[in-house]
């Protein structure tokens, strides 16, 4: 059997974009609050007061609470992931051995698979039993 690893590059730019503005949106939550919390004695209770307590205004008279801003990062973020591992597919090839065949109509020969019986000839396009000529 023969692994081959797909990627499909959309999926790839779609996460990498979901994945950035999680990011950023988790960074600015941080940013915002980091003033207070760094100085604060108990800084995880303090985080989590500010999310529910600030307020954002990235829009004109559109407020939303930093907390949104977390869990629409998270959210993205967790998106972006899930996207990338399914745009990474893994195929498996059935590899059989390579033989030769020749064309009883007209003589030429072409290499295929060991478990093709009935075969299409790649030269005059006719279907035939090919003649295994050498392993
Ligand atoms: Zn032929």
Redesign the pocket.
């Known amino acids: 059997m023969l692994k081959i690893l797909r990627r499909q590059k959309s999926g790839y730019v779609l996460s990498l974009v979901l994945c950035s503005i999680g990011l950023t949106s988790l960074f600015v939550a941080v940013w915002k609050t980091w003033p207070e919390v760094s100085s604060a004695d108990n800084p995880l209770s303090t985080f989590w007061t500010l999310l529910w307590r600030e307020q954002l205004s990235l829009v004109p008279n559109v407020e939303f609470k930093l907390s949104y801003l977390i869990i629409l990062g998270t959210a993205m973020f967790a998106s972006g992931i899930i996207v990338l591992a399914l745009s990474r597919q893994w195929f498996h090839l059935p590899t059989g051995e390579i033989v030769l065949y020749q ?1 009883p ?2 003589r ?1 020969q072409w290499r295929g698979h060991r478990d093709h019986k009935l075969a299409n ?1 790649p ?2 396009r ?1 279907q035939t039993y090919p003649a295994m000529v050498e392993k």
Do not use: E, I, P, V
């Open positions: 064309c109509f007209c030429k000839c030269h005059c006719k």
